[in-house]
């Protein structure tokens, strides 16, 4: 999320809070609970599904033209 944002020029084209279509916002600005404070001061939700974070990732991916590969376990399982 830190490099999508940072290094594909992506942090002045989305607005916080955001998240992907339909879910619960996972970046924003302030103290959130389960939250990572990313390099830039922002909040990245840390508390989230596998199939919500991944589907984030792809969103951000999707918006700066990248193609998204995971490696891993991102199944759907929680």
Same mark, same amino acid.
């Given at each position: %999320?830190?490099?999508?944002?940072?290094?594909?020029?992506?942090?002045?084209? #989305?607005?916080?809070?955001? $998240?992907?279509?339909?879910?619960?916002? %996972?970046?924003?600005? $302030?103290?959130? $609970?389960?939250? #990572? +404070? %990313?390099?830039?001061?922002?909040?990245?939700? *840390?508390?989230?599904?596998?199939? +919500?974070?991944?589907? *984030? #990732?792809?969103?951000?991916?999707?918006?700066? $033209?990248?193609? +998204? %590969?995971?490696?891993?376990?991102?199944?759907?399982?929680?």
């Amino acid at each position: %999320m830190e490099y999508l944002l940072e290094h594909r020029q992506l942090e002045g084209s #989305i607005s916080l809070p955001w $998240g992907p279509e339909s879910e619960e916002p %996972m970046v924003r600005h $302030g103290d959130s $609970g389960s939250s #990572i +404070t %990313m390099e830039n001061g922002w909040q990245l939700d *840390a508390s989230c599904s596998v199939p +919500t974070a991944r589907a *984030a #990732i792809e969103a951000l991916a999707d918006e700066s $033209g990248l193609r +998204t %590969m995971f490696q891993g376990d991102w199944s759907d399982g929680e």
